[in-house]
């Protein structure tokens, strides 16, 4: 059974695969998101606290995901371009992810057994759902879709 998040490796957009062995020891946030989402503003706030923190050791990592209401239907350099264009998007952009059903990422598997959601749901519910990970590659929260990165700044700043 993984136990963090250096059990897993993910794509890149160019389909290269890295392993997350080499964000041990840093704090994470990742988030499942897409271009087309009423919650799309929130890569400003994610922008930022990748800013505000990154020098202390946190990352914002992103996945693309096209499961909800087709709202990430473009290929890796459409995504990647809109998001240097209109939000000068700076962290780590992944490939695209399923992440629920029978392709579902298996690190997106772990992140909703490690942090399920209201009421025990392990599924994700829409775009921009976050996990917060500690130095430690463990799982220590999860965040809604409707949570505003700056909400999320006290949580991180508590673990760094």
Request: with cysteine; glycine share 12%.
């Amino acid at each position: 059974m993984p136990q963090t998040i250096a059990d897993f490796t993910a794509h890149l957009p160019n389909g290269e695969t890295i392993s997350l062995a080499d964000r041990l020891g840093k704090v994470l946030l990742v988030v499942n998101t897409a271009s087309k989402c009423g919650f799309t503003p929130q890569y400003d706030g994610l922008e930022k606290l990748w800013r505000d923190y990154g020098d202390r050791g946190f990352e914002v990592i992103a996945f693309p995901c096209n499961q909800f209401g087709g709202q990430e239907p473009g290929s890796a350099e459409e995504i990647g371009e809109f998001c240097r264009v209109n939000f000068g998007l700076s962290f780590p952009l992944m490939g695209k992810v399923e992440v629920n059903g029978p392709d579902a990422d298996p690190l997106w598997n772990w992140l909703k057994d490690s942090a399920p959601g209201i009421l025990g749901t392990k599924k994700i519910k829409w775009n921009f759902t976050k996990f917060l990970i500690g130095r430690d590659g463990r799982v220590v929260r999860r965040f809604a879709p409707n949570v505003k990165p700056e909400a999320i700044a006290g949580a991180i700043e508590n673990i760094l």
